[in-house]
């Protein structure tokens, strides 16, 4: 079975436009606090091995071929998540599919990414897929762990299925970003948040609408 993007189009394009309205990590500051995400020894070979293989299927090619630093912050961000969440978010029925945005070249006008099922491959999709677009701007980030924080916030958006919800809220921004923290990623939403987060008016409607408000 080959599964083609473009096929539901429209469904799809809807899709990534709702992703676009709800990024945009506030520019709020968190408290200082303690690093409380695993170094790379305390994470099992078995993790490493099921992220590896979870990524060669789910994710594309495009990152670990020409974005190094997104597929090592995937990487990451796979490895370090807590056992039920991990669970949870790479579910072969409904398993997050992340593919590359391109933002310069003749690419960004459009490009294609093509799902293809191997014959040793189990069966996946039967209740649908989440799709996460980052962008290649994100391999000029100046650590990884800002664009592990990126990953965390969208992963965290999936985790509370926002996007069953009828309407996009800021509320959904802010307890995106909550719940980074509990898993203890503060130093990762931290770093993305200097990094990405809104600097201007008209980045990110909801930090637009804080700064209003504190006016
Ligand atoms: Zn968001």
Not at 54 to 74: N, V
Not at 77 to 101: G, H, W
Not at 156 to 173: D, G, V
């Amino acid at each position: 079975m080959q599964f083609e993007f473009f096929r539901e189009f429209s469904k799809i394009i809807k899709v990534l436009l709702i992703l676009f309205f709800v990024l945009g990590l506030t520019s709020a500051r968190v408290s200082a606090s303690e690093d409380s995400s695993q170094d790379s020894s305390e994470i099992s070979q078995t993790r490493k091995e099921l992220v590896k293989a979870y990524l060669d299927e789910f994710a594309s090619g495009r990152f670990q071929a020409f974005y190094p630093q997104i597929y090592t912050a995937l990487t990451n961000a796979f490895q370090k998540l807590p056992e039920d969440v991990f669970i949870t978010l790479t579910d072969r029925d409904r398993p997050i599919i992340f593919v590359l945005a391109i933002t310069s070249g003749i690419g960004r006008y459009a490009n294609s990414t093509e799902f293809i099922m191997r014959e040793f491959d189990p069966p996946t999709f039967q209740d649908g897929f989440y799709l996460v677009t980052l962008s290649d701007e994100l391999d000029d980030a100046p650590t990884p762990a800002a664009v592990e924080g990126i990953i965390f916030h969208e992963m965290a958006h999936r985790y509370l299925e926002h996007l069953k919800e009828a309407e996009p809220s800021c509320e959904h921004e802010r307890e995106a970003n909550r719940l980074i923290k509990r898993w203890g990623f503060e130093k990762e939403y931290q770093k993305a948040s200097e990094a990405f987060g809104s600097k201007k008016e008209g980045d990110s409607p909801c930090s637009d609408k804080e700064k209003k408000q504190e006016l």
